[in-house]
């Protein structure tokens, strides 16, 4: 049976993926930390999708008009159950839209106010707490792994930045087989940090340190152990003080297991060990933790786009050592410390079994963009994620198009799920 799990290494190497429980668990190992009641708090609330600086009536009639059209032919042709999409350029318009259902057997609407879980869009939060760090003087981007966290293979020769910027050569613990049966056959486990890592750590480096891109979770599980250690707190008590918190995003948090506060869609996966499509609205995401493991909503990734991308809670010195893109072999997308640029457009995407997201932002326009869909089945290899920000980013910013697919001849000799890692 294990052989038959290599198709589904997409969802394990690329973006994160997060599990939840349809079964009770009684109880949740000693480490794990309760979601703070703050980001629970005022769930009914409504919330603002608009911006000061952005028309209130949308981008006119026309290119709404088209916008509409490209989301829901991309949404049916892809088989996106529900969607919501949210666009904001400054002087120009905006654009927010909830499409689709969120529940297929009821048929509940997509709407523009539910949680959603973010994948890999954690290691941005992750990675701002680090810098955190950073700022206080407490760590060294070059200080080696070692100097916090014992037993990580040529831990003395490897990086905290080497890890940010996804350069270390630790081979990627979501890709080892038993990993993925383990979490596959029983999706309401409960993960601590080192018994994944003990996945990765089973397997040879893949490279040796700073001289080779690959995405790994496990480089961003070893920063999530450096940030509790070195502050002394909680990396989701650290995240909600130093980072949540100023930010000012409310509906933000990282939770402790399969938790998920309502309203919230159901998500759609074919990441199991059947191949066939599941309900992983419950599975538990412990095991994708600092990697993958936080919830979000429209309005907070909407606010946070600008605040990661352009450093607001950062030293421009640190913000400036965040954006020093490097290559990823693919070409037109570069990656920094746990942050990418693609098409210009400057964030992070998640992807987790049953939802996908992505949050960024594009500096010479200061416009947003944020997706968030109930699905993480791709179409013909592509996410859909990425087939959503296209289509909307060829109409509303032309010269600067998301993920803009690479002809064949021109693609990095890499296998497919190498050349979405972070999506």
């Not at 293979?153 to 350069?167: D, H």
């Not at 601590?192 to 790994?216: D, I, M, R, W």
């Not at 950062?314 to 965040?322: C, F, G, H, S, Y």
Request: charged share 20%; proline share 9%.
């Amino acid at each position: 049976m294990r052989r038959n799990l290599a198709p589904r290494r997409r969802l394990f190497a690329a973006a994160l993926l997060v599990a939840s429980v349809l079964a009770p668990v009684a109880t949740a190992p000693a480490s794990a930390v309760p979601a703070p009641p703050a980001a629970l708090a005022d769930r009914a609330a409504p919330v603002d999708h608009g911006a000061e600086d952005c028309p209130p009536d949308g981008f006119g009639p026309e290119l709404t008009a088209r916008l509409d059209k490209a989301i829901e032919d991309v949404r049916v042709q892809a088989g996106i159950p529900g969607l919501i999409a949210g666009v904001w350029i400054p002087g120009k318009g905006q654009y927010v839209r909830a499409t689709g259902v969120a529940d297929k057997a009821t048929g509940r609407p997509m709407t523009t106010d539910l949680f959603l879980r973010i994948g890999s869009e954690t290691k941005t939060f992750t990675v701002t707490a680090l810098l955190k760090l950073v700022d206080d003087g407490k760590i060294g981007l070059d200080d080696p792994i070692a100097k916090y966290i014992a037993g990580v293979p040529n831990g003395w020769n490897i990086t905290l930045r080497q890890l940010a910027e996804m350069r270390s050569g630790l081979f990627p613990y979501t890709d080892d087989a038993d990993f993925q049966h383990d979490l596959l056959s029983d999706p309401s486990r409960y993960f601590t940090p080192h018994e994944v890592l003990a996945y990765g750590y089973k397997h040879p480096n893949t490279a040796e340190p700073g001289t080779q891109f690959q995405y790994s979770n496990t480089n961003l599980i070893l920063l999530g152990l450096v940030v509790e250690k070195v502050s002394g707190h909680r990396l989701v008590d650290f995240l909600e003080k130093r980072v949540l918190r100023p930010a000012k995003l409310h509906h933000t948090f990282l939770p402790d297991g399969p938790e998920f506060p309502d309203p919230h869609p159901r998500g759609y996966t074919n990441q199991t060990l059947t191949g066939e499509v599941a309900d992983a609205t419950n599975w538990n995401p412990s095991w994708a933790w600092a990697a993958g493991a936080m919830i979000s909503d429209l309005a907070d990734l909407r606010r946070w786009a600008k605040i990661v991308a352009t450093g607001e809670l950062l030293t421009p010195e640190t913000q400036a050592q965040r954006l020093k893109m490097l290559p990823t072999g693919i070409p037109g997308t570069s990656y920094g410390l746990g942050i990418f640029e693609t098409g210009g457009w400057i964030g992070h995407n998640g992807s987790i079994p049953g939802y996908e997201t992505a949050t960024v932002y594009l500096p010479r326009l200061k416009a947003t963009m944020v997706l968030m869909l109930n699905t993480d089945i791709t179409t013909q290899g592509q996410e859909p994620s990425s087939l959503v920000g296209r289509a909307v980013t060829e109409i509303v910013t032309p010269d600067n198009v998301y993920d803009r697919p690479v002809p064949p001849r021109e693609a990095a000799p890499t296998r497919a799920a190498d050349q979405i890692a972070m999506r």
